[in-house]
């Protein structure tokens, strides 16, 4: 009897230390699992700038990475004979809408970029009462998902033969409806998914009326 008692005494006091030494550590004891979550992923949304030797012009494309925009040095392809109704800047734009739907490539990948533009995305005619500089695409801007809007946006923005200079993009689709005008801010470039789907509407701007003859 004398040796139960003292079994148990042991094994309370044994107890009694290994709940302190818990307490000591900050360890609280649980008897139910804890979900903590993924491991949370390693992008580095870094990778070298592209070198000479591909024939294009050098441009930075807007990528998805982290849930972020982060702009990608690249050189983009122009097409060998661009169509005589198509400006220089309406080229380059084409040429940008191709680099954002293609698929990155394997080191972009591995650093975590991804593109929500889709495939057959490029440029349609503008309208004589179009304000200087719209672009307009073969499908309307607010029905782009909105990441792919804002890659498009802030692409385009960010090349000088497309954009005059800092300040929204005119952008507009194949239909006649007027075009509508995009900022690339840093909102737009920290929630790509946020971007608004109409842009403030961009009224053509009249032609002066001519000066009546004497």
Request: aromatic share 2%; charged share 20%; hydrophobic share 40%.
């Amino acid at each position: 009897m004398a040796t139960r008692r003292s079994r148990a005494a042991a094994a309370a006091a044994v107890a009694g230390v290994l709940a302190s030494l818990s307490a000591g550590c900050g360890i609280r004891a649980t008897t139910v699992p804890v979900d903590v979550g993924p491991a949370p992923s390693r992008v580095t949304c870094d990778i070298p700038a592209q070198q000479g030797g591909a024939q294009g012009f050098r441009a930075t494309v807007e990528l998805v990475c982290g849930s972020q925009l982060v702009g990608v040095e690249r050189i983009v392809p122009m097409a060998a004979e661009k169509k005589p109704a198509k400006t220089a800047a309406q080229a380059a734009a084409e040429a940008l809408l191709a680099a954002l739907e293609r698929e990155p490539g394997h080191d972009e990948r591995e650093a975590g970029f991804t593109t929500a533009v889709p495939d057959g995305l490029t440029t349609a005619p503008v309208r004589p009462a179009d304000p200087a500089g719209t672009v307009r695409l073969s499908r309307k801007p607010e029905d782009l998902p909105p990441v792919a809007l804002a890659q498009v946006v802030c692409t385009l923005a960010g090349n000088e033969t497309v954009s005059a200079g800092p300040g929204p993009v005119v952008l507009g689709g194949p239909d006649s409806d007027p075009p509508r005008a995009w900022e690339c801010t840093d909102a737009v470039r920290a929630r790509p998914e946020s971007v608004p789907t109409l842009g403030e509407l961009v009224r053509p701007v009249p032609s002066p009326a001519p000066s009546p003859t004497g």
